[in-house]
């Protein structure tokens, strides 16, 4: 399970960079034509559309790394058998509420057939669209891969609080570099 969650973090980590890489030569692309008074017509509507995939691959990744906004101090106050239950609970609700954009970004999907980008008419609005259904499922399978992980925190010592280790790194980190130049 261990190499397949390493694989799929990979995966995402390749998609968002290579997103990451478009959405820079895009962006250049646009500065250096409307610098030189020739503006292209598509891209404001392209680089929208870029960050937008780039935020919703990004936060499967993210997903996938336990990376997302949570309270782990709170939760970490609980008794061991009300952290697991609130575990579980949350792990329902945020699985819920990606099947049901799952479905609803499938739904909106067949509604845009036909439709196009205003600046690219030969691209289908479809294209564009697809990644809140996509992603959705990747966020999904994010959290399934992470589960196993969550509830055995949960289960334990209970959650790292991944800013306050960030931030304790950061702090020892500039304390060894400042002790290394006084020597």
Not at 100 to 127: A, F, R, W, Y
Request: hydrophobic share 55%.
């Amino acid at each position: 399970m261990l190499a397949i969650r390493r694989s799929y973090d990979r995966i995402l980590e390749i998609i968002a960079a290579l997103l990451m890489a478009a959405l820079t030569v895009i962006i250049v692309l646009g500065f250096v034509f409307r610098a030189v008074g020739l503006s292209l017509v598509w891209y404001d509507e392209i680089a929208s559309i870029g960050l937008c995939w780039l935020t919703y691959y990004g936060s499967a990744l993210a997903a996938l790394r336990g990376a997302h906004i949570g309270f782990p101090g709170i939760v970490n106050a609980f008794p061991p058998g009300l952290r697991v239950a609130s575990t579980i609970f949350a792990e329902v609700i945020v699985l819920a509420f990606f099947i049901i954009l799952t479905v609803t970004g499938l739904e909106v999907l067949d509604i845009l057939q036909g439709s196009t980008l205003v600046s690219l008419p030969n691209v289908s609005l479809v294209v564009t669209q697809s990644v809140i259904p996509v992603t959705a499922v990747l966020i999904i399978i994010s959290e399934l891969l992470r589960f196993p992980e969550v509830l055995a925190a949960a289960r334990g010592a209970g959650f790292e609080d991944h800013e306050l280790k960030e931030a304790l790194e950061t702090v020892h980190e500039t304390g060894t570099a400042k002790e290394g130049a006084a020597r």
